[in-house]
């Protein structure tokens, strides 16, 4: 089966939970359809470049999975109909990455930004 990759957005007035909620309710409607959740991550609330239906901030989320198109077109119609849900992008992928996206990376696996040359 395909690989794909679904980073969604949802409202920003959702808690933490209800977010995460959304991922698993997703999830179980790629499986009702014959597809499998290989990963999925909260990223978080984060600020958004601009504004989306009045929101300045998003709850974001993702998920790696093995699915036929078919469940993928039915989560993604779905996603459209549900009022949390504000944008969605879906990816389909050669082979899914090992371990957690670069979003998952803590910010100090970066360096030291401020080197002090004489």
């Not at 597809?35 to 993702?62: P, Q």
């Not at 459209?80 to 670069?102: A, C, F, Q, W, Y």
């Amino acid at each position: 089966m395909p690989l794909y990759e679904h980073v969604f957005i949802s409202r920003q007035d959702l808690s933490n939970t209800q977010a995460e909620g959304l991922v698993e309710h997703f999830g179980i409607v790629l499986k009702d359809n014959g597809g499998t959740v290989v990963n999925s991550e909260y990223w978080g609330l984060k600020t958004m470049a601009y504004k989306i239906n009045k929101n300045r901030k998003g709850h974001y989320a993702m998920m790696r999975t093995d699915s036929p198109s078919e469940a993928v077109q039915e989560m993604e119609r779905l996603m459209r109909l549900n009022e949390d849900v504000m944008r969605v992008l879906t990816i389909k992928v050669d082979k899914h990455d090992e371990g957690p996206s670069v979003q998952m990376h803590k910010r100090d696996d970066r360096g030291d930004r401020r080197e002090q040359h004489d």
